[in-house]
């Protein structure tokens, strides 16, 4: 079993910023691609940004400029920085990590999501 612990959200005004950390635990033998989602009411849910096991990244052309995405292969741990945020920011946001277990096994888990609210 893989565990994915959110943290970092909360309600920012516009053009403020936010950290949402993201830690994997349990049987894990090794991590491949991190990525965070989004999902606004009444929207389905985007991917915001990805990273490789070779740190390679892609974002969704809406935050690209302001976003980074992270990650701290020691601490199996994804970041999201998020500068100049926006109100068409808020959503749940959702990490989404993806590698093998001890036991060779391949696993794509979630996290359990986190609030990010911008006010304008």
């Known amino acids: 079993q893989v565990q994915l612990v959110e943290s970092g959200g909360g309600l920012v005004q516009a053009g403020g910023s936010l950290r949402l950390s993201c830690a994997a635990s349990?049987?894990?033998?090794?991590?491949?691609?991190m990525g965070w989602y989004r999902q606004a009411p009444g929207k389905q849910r985007e991917l915001v940004a990805g990273?490789?096991?070779?740190?390679?990244?892609n974002y969704a052309d809406s935050v690209k400029g302001r976003f980074t995405i992270s990650r701290d292969n020691a601490k199996n741990t994804v970041y999201l920085q998020m500068n100049s945020l926006k109100p068409e920011d808020t959503a749940v946001y959702y990490c989404?990590?993806?590698?093998?277990?001890?036991?060779?096994?391949?696993?794509?888990?979630w996290g359990q999501g986190t609030q990010v609210t911008v006010s304008s």
């Open positions: 349990g049987s894990i033998r090794s991590i491949y691609a």
């Open positions: 990273i490789s096991g070779g740190g390679s990244t």
């Open positions: 989404n990590v993806e590698g093998g277990t001890a036991d060779y096994r391949s696993f794509r888990s």
